[in-house]
């Protein structure tokens, strides 16, 4: 294994440190989201961190929705688009651009979602493989 450089392993952490203050999360609930999407068996944990997130009430639910959406957690993504959609949230009219969430292309309430909102379902090229 090749060692880290000393001045990129500093910049690195410098910009953690400032991405977690600019979010306002603790550290560990950020390490254990990112650890989630890295690894699947620890994806229940990355899970319980966006719980806490949105117990907070500090990020819009669409955000919330894509979070989950990239952890496989459909049922409370697609839960929280809906409830997104229902308030008329933040960032909803996004909702068929991100590609965190064409992973919901197949589902019939990700596409009623999108009806209410007046946008196309993403096609079979944007979803990936």
Do not use: C, K
């Given at each position: 294994?090749i ?14 440190r ?7 999360l ?15 068996a ?7 961190a ?29 839960s929280?688009?809906e ?6 949230a ?13 992973s919901?292309?197949?589902?019939p309430?990700f596409?009623?979602v999108?009806?209410?909102v007046g ?11």
């Amino acid at each position: 294994m090749i060692p880290p450089e000393p001045r990129l392993t500093a910049a690195l952490g410098d910009r953690y440190r400032r991405g977690v203050q600019v979010l306002g999360l603790p550290p560990d609930q950020l390490m254990a989201y990112v650890d989630g999407v890295e690894r699947p068996a620890s994806r229940a944990t990355a899970a319980q961190a966006v719980d806490e997130m949105a117990a907070r009430g500090q990020f819009p639910l669409v955000i919330l929705a894509r979070l989950y959406a990239v952890l496989g957690e459909r049922e409370r993504a697609l839960s929280l688009l809906e409830r997104a959609v229902e308030q008329r949230a933040p960032f909803t009219t996004y909702i068929g651009r991100w590609v965190d969430l064409h992973s919901l292309a197949d589902e019939p309430r990700f596409r009623a979602v999108l009806r209410r909102v007046g946008l196309p379902n993403p096609g079979p090229a944007a979803r990936g493989p």
